[in-house]
């Protein structure tokens, strides 16, 4: 968003203003940007510094090394940090694992004393003498 101020600041684009929710809001029309987007690709920005010759002054190549340095200490940071998170996360999943097994287990083992349960209850329905007599009955 700064870049297109900043464009329409330098005259580069038009200054044109529209009612929004929040007040008035500059609006770009797409050809005008897409025009705009072609010239700044196109023309590469002025350098503040002369391009090098291909030699890092003594600056350079310690801002360089300051840099590298700070990156493998960020990396192994990081690697530090993440390691054992890593791991742990491993633990729980296997403990997870578990525990479903265990509950799928217990579920099955509760559906069979259900089971079992309504099967004494519907032969405790009637009296002994009714049950006998329909063992009888049915050899």
Do not use: C
């Given at each position: 968003m700064?870049?297109?101020?900043?464009?329409?600041?330098k005259g580069?684009?038009?200054?044109?203003?529209?009612?929004?929710?929040?007040?008035?809001?500059?609006?770009?029309?797409?050809?005008?940007?897409?025009?705009?987007?072609?010239r700044?690709?196109?023309?590469?920005?002025?350098?503040?510094?002369?391009?090098?010759?291909?030699?890092?002054?003594?600056?350079?190549?310690?801002?360089?090394?300051?840099?590298?340095?700070?990156?493998?200490?960020?990396d192994?940071?990081?690697r530090?940090?993440?390691?054992?998170?890593?791991?742990?996360?491993?633990?729980?999943?296997?403990?997870?694992?578990?525990?479903?097994e265990?509950?799928?287990?217990?579920?099955?083992?509760a559906?069979?004393?259900?089971?079992?349960?309504?099967?004494?209850?519907?032969?405790?329905?009637?009296?002994?003498?009714?049950r006998?007599?329909?063992?009888?009955?049915?050899?």
């Open positions: 700064k870049t297109l101020r900043r464009a329409i600041d580069e684009l038009p200054k044109r203003y529209a009612v929004g929710e929040n007040g008035p809001q500059l609006i770009v029309a797409p050809g005008e940007l897409e025009a705009w987007l072609d700044r690709v196109s023309t590469p920005p002025p350098l503040d510094k002369p391009v090098s010759t291909g030699h890092m002054d003594t600056m350079d190549r310690v801002g360089l090394s300051m840099v590298s340095t700070l990156q493998a200490a960020l192994q940071a990081v530090s940090a993440v390691v054992p998170l890593v791991d742990e996360l491993h633990a729980t999943r296997t403990e997870l694992g578990d525990a479903r265990q509950l799928g287990q217990a579920r099955a083992r559906a069979q004393l259900e089971a079992q349960l309504a099967t004494h209850q519907a032969a405790r329905r009637y009296p002994l003498w009714v006998l007599l329909r063992a009888l009955s049915s050899h």
